[in-house]
Protein backbone atom coordinates (compact mmCIF):
# COMPACT_ATOMS: atom_id res chain seq x y z
CA UNK A 1 0.00 0.00 0.00
CA UNK A 2 0.93 3.34 -0.46
CA UNK A 3 1.64 3.64 3.86
CA UNK A 4 4.66 1.03 3.13
CA UNK A 5 8.26 1.84 4.15
CA UNK A 6 11.15 -0.30 3.47
CA UNK A 7 14.66 0.49 5.10
CA UNK A 8 16.35 -1.85 3.74
CA UNK A 9 18.94 0.22 1.81
CA UNK A 10 19.32 2.92 4.66
CA UNK A 11 22.77 3.76 5.62
CA UNK A 12 25.74 5.56 6.01
CA UNK A 13 25.51 7.43 2.34
CA UNK A 14 21.90 7.27 2.31
CA UNK A 15 19.37 10.31 2.70
CA UNK A 16 18.82 10.67 5.46
CA UNK A 17 22.07 8.63 7.00
CA UNK A 18 21.97 5.84 9.01
CA UNK A 19 24.41 4.36 10.99
CA UNK A 20 23.28 2.90 14.22
CA UNK A 21 19.72 0.80 15.11
CA UNK A 22 18.66 0.29 18.69
CA UNK A 23 15.43 -2.08 19.31
CA UNK A 24 13.73 -3.66 22.27
CA UNK A 25 11.06 -3.76 24.80
CA UNK A 26 11.24 -1.60 27.95
CA UNK A 27 9.77 -2.81 30.99
CA UNK A 28 8.12 -0.36 33.29
CA UNK A 29 8.71 -0.44 37.01
CA UNK A 30 5.83 1.08 38.66
CA UNK A 31 4.04 2.54 35.89
CA UNK A 32 7.08 4.48 34.96
CA UNK A 33 10.38 4.17 32.45
CA UNK A 34 12.46 6.68 30.16
CA UNK A 35 14.07 5.59 26.98
CA UNK A 36 17.71 7.63 27.06
CA UNK A 37 18.75 8.09 23.76
CA UNK A 38 22.68 7.95 25.17
CA UNK A 39 22.24 4.00 26.58
CA UNK A 40 20.16 2.18 24.42
CA UNK A 41 19.84 -1.52 23.29
CA UNK A 42 20.89 -2.50 20.14
CA UNK A 43 18.74 -5.78 18.85
CA UNK A 44 21.72 -7.93 19.08
CA UNK A 45 22.07 -7.03 23.19
CA UNK A 46 24.82 -4.85 22.62
CA UNK A 47 24.59 -0.63 24.14
CA UNK A 48 23.94 1.75 21.78
CA UNK A 49 24.73 5.42 22.34
CA UNK A 50 23.27 8.11 20.31
CA UNK A 51 25.15 11.32 21.40
CA UNK A 52 25.82 13.49 18.49
CA UNK A 53 23.55 11.53 15.81
CA UNK A 54 20.22 12.15 15.15
CA UNK A 55 16.27 9.64 15.49
CA UNK A 56 16.21 9.22 11.63
CA UNK A 57 13.23 6.56 12.02
CA UNK A 58 11.35 5.67 15.03
CA UNK A 59 8.34 3.18 16.06
CA UNK A 60 6.94 2.95 19.44
CA UNK A 61 4.19 -0.57 19.76
CA UNK A 62 2.29 -0.83 22.60
CA UNK A 63 1.81 -4.61 22.76
CA UNK A 64 -1.89 -5.97 22.48
CA UNK A 65 -0.82 -7.99 25.89
CA UNK A 66 -0.90 -5.06 27.64
CA UNK A 67 -3.84 -4.41 29.93
CA UNK A 68 -3.49 -0.28 29.25
CA UNK A 69 -2.73 2.34 27.73
CA UNK A 70 1.15 3.62 27.97
CA UNK A 71 2.16 7.83 27.55
CA UNK A 72 5.52 8.45 25.53
CA UNK A 73 6.64 12.30 26.01
CA UNK A 74 9.81 14.46 25.55
CA UNK A 75 11.56 13.86 29.24
CA UNK A 76 10.81 15.97 31.99
CA UNK A 77 14.81 16.22 32.84
CA UNK A 78 16.97 16.51 29.63
CA UNK A 79 13.70 16.01 27.64
CA UNK A 80 14.45 14.67 23.73
CA UNK A 81 12.82 17.79 21.74
CA UNK A 82 13.27 15.92 18.02
CA UNK A 83 9.82 14.89 17.99
CA UNK A 84 8.71 18.88 19.01
CA UNK A 85 8.71 20.73 22.21
CA UNK A 86 5.71 19.68 23.42
CA UNK A 87 5.32 15.67 22.20
CA UNK A 88 3.45 13.37 24.01
CA UNK A 89 1.72 10.38 22.18
CA UNK A 90 -0.57 7.60 24.28
CA UNK A 91 -0.47 4.13 22.66
CA UNK A 92 -3.54 1.86 23.62
CA UNK A 93 -2.75 -1.79 23.69
CA UNK A 94 -1.63 -2.61 20.29
CA UNK A 95 -1.16 0.43 18.59
CA UNK A 96 1.45 1.68 16.87
CA UNK A 97 3.07 5.07 16.74
CA UNK A 98 5.30 5.53 13.60
CA UNK A 99 7.92 8.85 12.65
CA UNK A 100 10.38 9.28 9.80
CA UNK A 101 12.44 12.66 10.71
CA UNK A 102 14.42 12.25 7.48
CA UNK A 103 17.32 14.20 9.11
CA UNK A 104 15.47 16.84 10.69
CA UNK A 105 15.45 16.00 14.50
CA UNK A 106 17.50 17.58 16.74
CA UNK A 107 21.09 15.83 17.73
CA UNK A 108 21.01 13.94 20.96
CA UNK A 109 23.34 14.96 23.67
CA UNK A 110 23.49 14.79 27.49
CA UNK A 111 20.86 17.81 27.81
CA UNK A 112 18.20 16.24 25.16
CA UNK A 113 18.25 12.86 25.15
CA UNK A 114 15.51 11.11 27.26
CA UNK A 115 11.52 10.16 26.82
CA UNK A 116 9.58 9.47 29.15
CA UNK A 117 7.25 6.63 29.82
CA UNK A 118 4.12 6.33 32.00
CA UNK A 119 2.00 3.11 31.74
CA UNK A 120 0.69 0.61 34.63
CA UNK A 121 2.35 -1.81 36.85
CA UNK A 122 5.44 -4.06 34.74
CA UNK A 123 3.78 -3.79 31.13
CA UNK A 124 6.45 -2.86 28.38
CA UNK A 125 6.72 -0.84 25.36
CA UNK A 126 8.46 -2.35 22.55
CA UNK A 127 10.96 -0.25 20.53
CA UNK A 128 12.66 -0.01 17.26
CA UNK A 129 14.96 3.19 16.19
CA UNK A 130 17.34 4.11 13.83
CA UNK A 131 19.78 7.14 14.38
CA UNK A 132 22.07 8.26 11.79
Known sequence: SGLNLTLSNQGGASSPPVSLRA???KALSSG?????????????GVAVDGTGLRVQFVKFVNPATNANPI?????ASNGYDGFGAAFSDTLVPGAEFMKRLNDAGSDIGSGNRILDLVGTLAQALSYE???G
Open 23 to 25: GTD
Open 129 to 131: IVL
Open 71 to 75: TISKG
Open 32 to 44: TGSLDLTALVGTN
